[in-house]
């Protein structure tokens, strides 16, 4: 008989902050040259301690070391691709948590094909787009890095990646659309802002990288806390700023600041378990 699936509802959301900020996870961020300092500040911000190892001589020993491990292909070149094999590869060795950011595949064969073959390596959490995620599930993708379809659209596809591959799947959009292919998590916060601040989505991945490492092996949990969190914090961010250079840097500050309560007391999420 299958085991009874847990609510994830606000209170649950609260709980895991809790655990996140008392925990502060190691996360190892194999992640895209654009994006490296602002990963690494949300990342202290919130309270965990950022690892930008990714070279080949290191990288999948370290693995072993961290508590989450992020590979995002927003900047791919040999030697990084190299790196994100072994870093998945000791990530796996160690029993430890990989969130995999397939950015902007579909037009890009190679980074399509690295995609293609991390994506069945067992990552707990795959994150993007809704153009990257219906590329990723055997459609043709968006235009580079932009989505080219609301998140609602890609359900069906995150849907069936998520039972192919046994994990998690994040959809951002205006609404998040996020599911492990038995239930359905829809996250209503945030701002368009985020869309105009070059990184937060690739923060988002490795958010999600460290919240896999305190949920207790339910990684749509981690995905819906990780997502909940930064889009909350949006919410209280742009009520401060004029624009998206000052919503970045209050952004980081709300980050700081956000507590269990206040994350409990301003998300707004809808939950569902799907049909067999």
């Known amino acids: 008989m299958t085991a009874a699936l847990q609510p994830i509802n606000a209170p649950r959301l609260a709980t895991t902050f809790e655990a996140f900020r008392r925990r502060s996870p190691l996360v190892q961020c194999l992640t895209n040259t654009v994006v490296a300092n602002f990963t690494a500040n949300v990342l202290c911000a919130l309270g965990a301690s950022p690892a930008m190892v990714d070279n080949p001589r290191e990288a999948g020993g370290f ?3 961290a508590d989450g491990v992020l590979v995002n292909l927003g900047t791919p070149q040999a030697d990084t691709a190299e ?9 796996r060795a160690a029993g430890k948590p990989w969130v995999l950011d397939p950015v902007a595949v579909g037009p890009l064969a190679w980074r399509t094909s690295l995609a293609q073959g991390f994506v069945v390596r067992g990552p707990a959490i795959v994150r993007g787009n809704a153009s990257e995620i219906m590329a990723l599930a055997g459609g ?10 609301p998140a609602e659209r890609a359900l069906d596809a995150a849907v069936s990646l998520a039972r192919a591959q046994a994990t998690a799947v994040a959809v951002s959009g ?3 659309h996020l ?3 038995r239930r359905v998590v829809r996250l209503s916060n945030g701002h368009a802002w985020l869309t105009r601040v070059i990184g937060t989505g690739c923060a988002l991945g490795a958010m999600m990288a460290g919240f896999a ?7 749509l949990l981690a995905a819906a806390c990780a997502t909940a969190v930064l889009t909350v914090a949006a919410d209280r961010a742009v ?3 004029g624009g ?11 980050l700081a600041a956000m507590t269990p309560e206040a994350l409990a007391a301003g998300v707004r999420i809808a939950s569902e378990e799907l049909p067999p």
Not at 84 to 91: E, H, P, S, T
Not at 140 to 149: D, F, I, L, N, P
């Open 63 to 65: 693995a072993r070391i």
């Open 83 to 91: 790196a994100m094999a072994l870093v998945i590869a000791g990530a």
């Open 140 to 149: 043709s993708g968006g235009r580079g890095v932009e989505a080219t379809a």
């Open 174 to 176: 205006a609404v998040d």
């Open 179 to 181: 599911t492990d292919g």
């Open 213 to 219: 490492a305190v949920t207790d092996d339910d990684a």
């Open 239 to 241: 009520a401060r700023s």
């Open 244 to 254: 998206p250079g000052s919503f970045a840097v209050a952004l980081i500050d709300e």
